[in-house]
């Protein structure tokens, strides 16, 4: 499996030794960071991505695990089928716990027009897919498009993803500035919902391989009466099927919106190790 994203590694990489202040910085894209009182030895892309791979030799991992001070090592979240998975189960150092996570997506192969859509979720939710567009129609014109995204949009949607999520990583500067970075670097389409020419909805897609990938969302809480968002991801994902794309990814997680349109997913793992050196388990606890 290809690593997902790779070309962004390294400035996930630089936020990390920037932001996460690691106790030694390993390579590989590899850090030591101090979580509350201890220690952990982690990939720096795993805390800001969803779901990713690493080319990394199970001899190195397998080294970083035997030689480094560190109390825990935490690697989430990697895919089934991936070469992380495989270099993990290659370890004889074995986990102290494995759970794992859902990345669900829509098989635009199979699904690949709006009736297949349509009749592929429950009769109660496309009545309220109906309901939604009715409310919308009623109120005055309104339009989903791709758009050039400028610092305007990008404040705009900072400014409702901050209001729900107060405590959010995208009320930190540095963070932001990271990810702003990241888009420059990818293949995005922007998205816009807009209600009497008021913008209500945002929406960041990542394009790779003819699969596309839902990152990120904002809309304006003055308007969920017409759940912006959810019709503007009605919208993305009869455009990609139209476009020929075989795949509509919802990125990690199981929330409640995302069963509305997907059946299909993957599994993602997340490995923690105790250091299997207990004098150098106890001398993490000491370091800073």
Do not use: C
């Not at 997902?4 to 030591?32: H, M, S, T």
């Amino acid at each position: 499996m290809r690593p997902v994203f790779e070309n962004v590694y390294d400035i996930f990489y630089d936020y990390a030794r920037r932001r996460l202040k690691p106790i030694k910085d390993l390579g590989k894209g590899f850090v030591l960071r101090k979580v509350g009182r201890k220690i952990r030895l982690h990939f720096a892309i795993d805390d800001f991505i969803d779901w990713w791979d690493s080319d990394i030799s199970s001899k190195t991992l397998e080294s970083m695990l035997r030689e480094e001070t560190y109390t825990e090592a935490v690697f989430k979240w990697f895919p089934e089928n991936s070469n992380m998975m495989g270099v993990v189960k290659d370890l004889t150092v074995k986990p102290s716990r494995v759970l794992h996570s859902k990345v669900f997506y829509i098989d635009l192969s199979v699904i690949n027009d709006e009736d297949k859509l349509l009749k592929s979720i429950s009769k109660r939710r496309r009545r309220d897919l109906k309901n939604m567009l009715n409310r919308l129609d009623k109120a005055g014109e309104w339009y989903a498009k791709i758009e050039a995204l400028n610092d305007e949009h990008w404040k705009l949607m900072l400014s409702w993803i901050v209001k729900r999520f107060p405590t959010g990583p995208f009320s930190e500067d540095d963070y932001v500035s990271t990810i702003r970075r990241v888009i420059s670097e990818l293949d995005t389409d922007f998205w816009s919902l807009t209600l009497n020419d008021r913008p209500i909805a945002y929406s960041l897609v990542i394009k790779d391989e003819n699969v596309a990938y839902w990152y990120l969302e904002g809309f304006d809480e003055d308007f969920k009466y017409y759940s912006p968002a959810k019709v503007l991801l009605y919208r993305m994902i009869i455009h990609y099927q139209s476009r020929g794309f075989k795949e509509f990814n919802f990125m990690k997680g199981e929330s409640s919106y995302k069963l509305w349109w997907a059946k299909d997913y993957r599994k993602i793992y997340r490995y923690e190790f105790l250091n299997p050196n207990i004098f150098k388990r106890f001398a993490s606890f000491l370091i800073g």
